[in-house]
């Protein structure tokens, strides 16, 4: 199904050192407010989402970055539950694992744990791993404590934008696009500072 | 002595001048800042080094203009302090006590901060980038640049992948922000214990904590805001941290102790008095002489001094002791004598007046401006009480008639003095009781012994500090050098060595404003690394390769390193104002003609030895030194009590000389009782286990001031029953007005009053068991047939 949330996670983990490193560079662009859709229409469709309890599938990841010609590209898999969290794992072009729970994140490289990310250390970054397991789970009021919440489509098809409510999210993120129909299907990640990241995910299966 | 017009004139010019007191305090008042309540006031500036004074004032203005808040509930709790502590910063906020009130990092001075070092990225490196590269070793750096890419999302860069293809600024800017403690997330700055989570809000004003003013808008402010976790039902709980609380809740103690026991002395006084005399007029005319004598002494000190502290306040209040001596004989000479019992007492009051001021007078040399305070407050005191003796009194009553019979204190004194035997052998017994304990007494000067604050003000306190591991400032090292560039490379050499401490565990953290800008050889030799290791080689192009990029990329990438133009960031150039925004303690900059001085702030230090090891290693590198705040102030207080023993021992010197001239070979019976009394004190504090401070030697002045009266009197008078009344009253209102303090829970009162009441009352017993031999023959009609004699 979909990956959206981890795309969120690092990059929000990467928004607490931002609170230093990032301001700087964005001028967030001044976003049209989203029509403000009732959690009595995004509901059914989060439902729809968290209905699945185990998915796995396989994702690519294309990075369109400033200043590059080219876009980035990446591919691996993925496995959610709502017991054991998300698994990430990078094949392409090197292997990296991002293990994301709602404690926190742990990415290893060969093995050899390169980066924890845990509530003592990093708040914000549990904040992020929260919120990316809420798109899984198809948490509704963990989303709203964050972002604004727009959407449109049925559960065949549809789209769900959320642009960030707070400023220290809203000076990383520009605004995040998630697809799906009976799984995630897509998301992108406009950052603030111009730089894109979409994923599509492809489940290949779900118990 | 004086004729009625020349009298008259003189006290009509001395009520114009206490005129002009009472028009001067009534104006001073009106303005505020009258009083100052910081210990630290009294002491001298420290060490005599300009720029020393001038580090230390700026690392504790950042601390001490500051308030922290931690507003929390427990973590099972469904209750989220975030709104609360919100509304509660808004209300801190709108109070307009405070300049600034924060609950989240300001993004303004991280924007600045990333824009200042975005042109200096190959030349700005942290340790373990440099280390990586220097070894030739870059791969780690590949590789974490590769996972940051691939991985979804991953960090925003702070400029693009050609540009900085290895993160080297990213890096930089990671390890400027402090680690543990206190964390930026989305909704605000928090921190968390094992049960607890909080919101953090900083809040800081302008002025001194130490201004009685400010502490009160603050704490005003406080007390209203907290107001919002009343609705809370008890479930959000508010800690608070900040040097304002603590000064505040001791210059509150101290202020109303120092009216509690006051009144309640001054209500005792009054009561002894009127027992005594049983006359109005008798109460009144003490009060009147001890209330101008208190009027000229405030007026004069802040003419001075432009502030008087809450502990000259406190010393002053034992002034009511001694300046009431003149009315007490005046008085209890009328009373027995009647008819003008000025001229008859004169000669005693002169001399003990000069003597007491001279005691004091002596103070005022000294290099402490405490005692300077205080030796002014006290000798202008007495002064003014004496002279109001000496031009109202004979004013008033002058005709009242000699009391028919003995008072009941001048019978019991007659009853105890007949009983002399026995009272010298309690006497030899306390003598050798202070003998055994004397060579027991100990000092001991450390600052906090001295400090009030309540138990859980201090709790909290301690709270907050190791939650947010912040530091307390009264700590740091010093680094000075001929120029800017030489202080930046002596820190960085300094720093390796406390690096190791704080792997070490031994040092929880520092700030060094070269963390934020590395001296220009280190950025020399960061850029000829990265230009080494990066511009040519295989590392670019293979990275870029990897992620699908093109070989024009990496070549731009390449091209666009050795390009970089040489310039340098300095912490003296305007651009580099966002640093010393954000870190405005750590760089002094020139302080003098040929002296540039920076600051490297110390976190908690794990261990009891750390303080000698950081001496250590700022002895090893020229132009650093380790400054201790705490340790320096006790070494102050050490300092000012040796001050003190050796200008106490020079005010006996002079007073004996003085008495000589007069008394000769009986001096001793004059100045024995206050010094064998103050020696017998201190015996008797040590043997008790009491350890002595600064402010136990302030009390032994007081014991001489009082002491000596005692002494003079009880000689001019020969030791008649009226002079013996006078000293006994005095002696009591002495206990009264000071040795109550004993009782105070603030320290430096405590020390005082434990001093003098013992003090005081071991020098009358002493000079009553040596000179009341007389007394117990004597009676009223012997004694009127002296006077008529003397008279002829």
Known sequence: MLKPSATLGVSYLASRLAAWVLAGLMVAPALQAASEVSGADLEPLLEHISAAGTVEGEFRQQKMLQDMESSLDSRGSFTFSADSGLQWRVEEPISTQLHVTAEGMVQTQGGTEVLRLDAAEAPLAVTVSQILLAVFAGDYQTLEAHFELAAHGDTDGWTLILVPETEVIARVVQRITVEGGDYLTGLLLEEANGDSTRVQLHSTSSR | MFNDVRGRRSAVVWALLLGACVVFLTMRFSEGRVFDTSILALLPDSQHDPVAELATITVQDRFASQALFLVGSPKGSKTDPGPIADEFAGQLRASGAFSGVTTELDPEVQSRLADLYRPYRYQLLTAEVRRHLSVGDPKPLVDEALRQIVSPGGSPRAVSLPEDPLNLLGHWLRNLQPRGGIQATGSGLVVESDDYRYRVVMAAFDGSPFGMDRQQAVLAAVARASAVLDSTGGEIVLLRSGVVFHAAAGAEQAKSEISTIGAGSLLAIALLLLWHFRAVASLVLPLVSIGTGMLLALAVSLAFFGQIHIVTLAFGAGLVGVSIDYSLHYLCYRRQFGGNALTEILPGIALGLMSSVLAYAAQAFTPFPGLQQMALFSATGLVGAWVTVVLWFPLVGARSTPASQATPLGQGLRRLAQARTL????????????????????????????????????????????????????????????????????????????????ADGH??????????????????????????????????????????????????????????????????????????????????????????????????????????????????????????????????????RETVTQWLL???????????????????????????????????????????????????????????????????????????????????????????????????????????????????????????????TENTTTEVLIRGSRKA
């Open chain 2, 423 to 502: 009272l010298a052998a309690v006497l030899g017994v306390l003598v050798l009781l202070a003998a055994i304990g004397l060579p027991q007494l100990r000092f001991h000067d450390d600052l906090r012994a001295l400090s009030s604050s309540p138990p859980d003000l201090l709790a909290q306190e301690e709270k907050v500090r190791a939650l947010s591991r912040a530091s307390g400032g009264a700590q740091f090292l010093l680094v000075q050098g001929q120029e800017a560039q030489q202080v930046l490379e002596a820190e960085e050499a300094v720093r390796q060595e406390l690096d190791g401490l704080v």
């Open chain 2, 507 to 640: 040092l929880e953290s520092y700030q060094a404003i070269s963390q934020f800008i590395p001296s220009v050889r280190r950025q020399q030799h960061n850029l000829e690394l990265v230009q080494t290791q990066l511009a040519s080689g295989d590392v670019l192009p293979e990275f870029f390769a990897l992620l699908g990029a093109s070989s024009t990329t990496a070549q731009r990438s390449q091209a666009r390193i050795q390009a970089q133009p040489r310039g340098w960031l300095a912490p003296d150039a305007a651009e580099a104002a966002p640093v010393h925004e954000l870190v405005p303690h750590l760089w002094l900059g020139q302080v003098d003609d040929n002296t540039v001085a920076s600051v490297i702030s110390l976190g908690a230090m794990g261990a009891a030895s750390v303080p000698e090891q950081l001496a250590g290693i700022a002895a090893g590198q020229s132009g650093v030194r380790y400054i201790d705040r705490a340790a320096e102030i006790s070494g102050l207080l050490t300092g000012y």
């Open chain 2, 650 to 776: 020079l005010a006996y010197g002079i007073v004996v000389l003085l008495l000589a001239c007069r008394y000769r070979g009986s001096t001793w019976r004059v100045v024995g009782p206050a010094l064998a009394a103050t020696l017998m004190t201190f015996g008797l504090l040590a043997l008790f286990g009491q350890v002595m401070n600064l402010f136990n030697l302030l009390a032994a002045l007081l014991i001489l001031g009082v002491g000596l009266d005692m002494g003079i009197f009880s000689r001019e008078s020969r030791h008649r029953s009226h002079a013996w009344e006078a000293i006994t009253l005095s002696a009591i209102t002495s206990a009264l007005a000071f040795g109550l303090l004993a009782l105070s829970d603030t320290p430096v009162l405590h020390h005082f009053g434990i001093t003098v009441l013992p003090g005081i009352f071991l020098t009358w017993f002493l000079a009553f068991v040596a000179g009341s031999g007389s007394l117990a």
